[in-house]
Nanobody, 126 residues
């Protein structure tokens, strides 16, 4: 599956932003989906994952209560709703997927995923 992430931009601290990730080639229904981010000078890290079309969602501690992952299988699109944004959320955000039959349970590891979008930059100003 090919992924494309978009929706990044400049937002003030405390504001909201919604990222989208569209998939082409296969339906998302049978895929585990995730969001990762990479801040300047840092390694890519886990943000959120949806392992069963919304039935099971997981979040990094740093974004719990502020970010929400969701998907619309009919539109082959995944979302990351980001609220109460902080300057430390500034990063390039990547969407990723892995087919359910290849998923080994490590939703928080980037090596679990085999398809990645190109990334979209979110900049949060203080």
């Amino acid at each position: 599956v090919q992924l494309q992430a978009f929706g990044g931009g400049l937002v003030q601290a405390g504001g909201s932003q919604r990222l989208s990730c569209t998939a082409s080639g296969r339906t998302l229904r049978k895929y585990v989906m995730g969001w990762f981010c990479q801040a300047p000078g840092k390694e890519r890290e886990f943000v959120a994952a949806d392992t069963s079309s919304g039935g099971n969602t997981y979040y990094a501690d740093s974004v719990k209560g502020r970010f929400t992952i969701s998907r619309d299988n009919a539109k082959n699109t995944m979302y990351l709703q980001m609220n109460s944004l902080k300057p430390e959320d500034t990063a390039v955000y990547y969407c990723a997927s892995v087919s359910s039959w290849l998923y080994s349970g490590h939703y928080y590891l980037d090596e679990e995923y085999d398809s990645w979008g190109q990334g979209t930059l979110v900049t949060v100003s203080s």
